[in-house]
């Protein structure tokens, strides 16, 4: 099943879409995704109804792109980690900081959720000098997690499937770091793909709560990246069960993968400019630049070149007054 939200208002109208994502309903069995996933389980089975009777009919009207919020629009909690131990251990190596072991527990920060920038829109930022970077991910969205859950049954409560850009402050990020109280300047509203998906919908490629699939990262017409998602070291029963260690997690929360990496970097690209930037210097190269005014940003997983779930083009904006 492929839901997305129609823009309006600040939560958005839930629209349930065909398989081929041309077509869409408004979804009857609840008016947002949010009101949705807080009672999921008796929301979800006429959600789905209503989607094989989009696919069986025909019905619907077209679905434009330039009408779709994020997929959910604001939420309860977002949460982000660091599951590819290849990102880390990329620019430990460059960098000269001790490496994560495979035996620590996930890295995992708190972000901005009462707000996700919808792939349509501009991203706005106030100085270049700020280091503007993507970060490309894979997310997750839970109904109710009940404190203390166990991995393997968190992976139960992964009801939908997203594309993440969490957008990154470099500039900031290592003073933040340094305070030790977490990131605020360094971490800008992420962008949520418009459309997400239930697990089934990606059949055998979502296995031991893992995406296994490839994230293309698209940097103008230069194709920067294109790193497996199968290659988390944490899988999303772990980092939910982590995220939920001492505290319940209520239906919307987004739990993201961290930069999608792989160990190949060299040969796949990265999920980052950073991760980039990291290679540039372990191989004697000029460092890649970071993001510029009226760049591009375009993210996609895909499954043998076909697209699974699209992340439009996103333009960049710098000290732009409304």
Same mark, same amino acid.
């Given at each position: 099943? /492929?839901?997305?939200?129609?823009?309006?208002?600040?939560?958005?109208?839930?629209?349930?879409?065909?398989?081929?994502?041309?077509?869409?309903?408004?979804?009857?069995?609840?008016?947002?995704?949010?009101?949705?996933?807080?009672?999921?389980?008796?929301?979800? +089975?006429?959600?789905?109804?209503?989607?094989?009777?989009?696919?069986?009919?025909?019905?619907?009207?077209?679905?434009?792109?330039?009408?779709?919020?994020?997929?959910?629009?604001?939420?309860?909690?977002?949460?982000?980690?660091?599951?590819?131990?290849?990102?880390?251990?990329?620019?430990?190596?460059?960098?000269?900081?001790?490496?994560?072991?495979?035996?620590?527990?996930?890295?995992?920060?708190?972000?901005?959720?009462?707000?996700?920038?919808? +792939?349509?829109?501009?991203?706005?930022?106030?100085?270049?000098?700020?280091?503007?970077?993507?970060?490309?991910?894979?997310?997750?969205?839970?109904?109710?997690? +009940?404190?203390?859950?166990?991995?393997?049954?968190?992976?139960?409560?992964?009801?939908?499937?997203?594309?993440?850009?969490?957008?990154?402050?470099?500039?900031?990020?290592?003073?933040?770091?340094?305070?030790?109280?977490?990131?605020?300047?360094?971490?800008?509203?992420?962008?949520?793909?418009?459309?997400?998906?239930?697990?089934?919908?990606?059949?055998?490629?979502?296995?031991?709560?893992?995406?296994?699939?490839?994230?293309?990262?698209? /940097?103008?017409?230069?194709?920067f990246g294109r790193p497996s998602g199968g290659a988390m070291h944490f899988h999303f029963?772990?980092?939910?069960?982590?995220?939920?260690?001492?505290?319940?997690?209520? +239906?919307?929360?987004?739990?993201?993968?961290?930069?999608?990496?792989?160990?190949?970097?060299?040969?796949?690209?990265?999920?980052?400019?950073?991760?980039?930037?990291?290679?540039?210097?372990?191989?004697?190269?000029?460092?890649?630049?970071?993001?510029?005014?009226?760049?591009?940003? /375009?993210?996609?997983?895909?499954?043998?070149?076909?697209?699974?779930?699209?992340?439009?083009?996103?333009?960049?904006?710098?000290?732009?007054?409304?």
């Open positions: 099943m /492929r839901l997305a939200s129609l823009r309006e208002g600040r939560d958005g109208r839930l629209l349930i879409l065909s398989r081929d994502m041309a077509r869409a309903e408004l979804a009857r069995a609840a008016l947002t995704l949010q009101s949705a996933l807080d009672d999921w389980t008796s929301v979800e +089975p006429e959600l789905r109804k209503q989607a094989e009777e989009l696919e069986a009919s025909k019905a619907g009207f077209a679905v434009d792109p330039a009408k779709l919020d994020a997929a959910l629009p604001r939420g309860f909690q977002f949460l982000d980690a660091s599951a590819f131990l290849a990102h880390n251990h990329i620019l430990a190596e460059a960098w000269g900081f001790e490496k994560r072991r495979e035996d620590e527990p996930p890295l995992m920060y708190q972000g901005i959720s009462h707000r996700y920038l919808a +792939p349509v829109e501009e991203v706005r930022f106030p100085d270049a000098a700020h280091e503007i970077d993507f970060e490309a991910e894979i997310g997750v969205i839970t109904d109710f997690v +009940p404190m203390g859950t166990t991995p393997n049954a968190a992976l139960a409560h992964v009801q939908l499937i997203v594309v993440i850009n969490d957008w990154s402050l470099r500039a900031f990020g290592p003073g933040e770091m340094k305070g030790g109280f977490g990131f605020i300047h360094a971490k800008p509203p992420s962008t949520l793909s418009a459309v997400a998906v239930t697990p089934d919908e990606l059949g055998d490629a979502w296995q031991d709560g893992r995406v296994h699939l490839t994230l293309e990262i698209w /940097r103008g017409e230069e194709c029963g772990e980092l939910i069960a982590h995220a939920a260690r001492t505290r319940d997690l209520y +239906p919307g929360t987004v739990i993201g993968s961290g930069t999608v990496s792989n160990y190949d970097a060299e040969r796949v690209g990265s999920g980052c400019i950073a991760e980039r930037r990291a290679l540039d210097s372990l191989s004697g190269r000029p460092a890649t630049a970071y993001l510029s005014d009226g760049e591009q940003v /375009r993210l996609c997983l895909t499954e043998d070149g076909v697209t699974v779930v699209d992340m439009p083009a996103q333009t960049i904006r710098i000290n732009v007054s409304d």
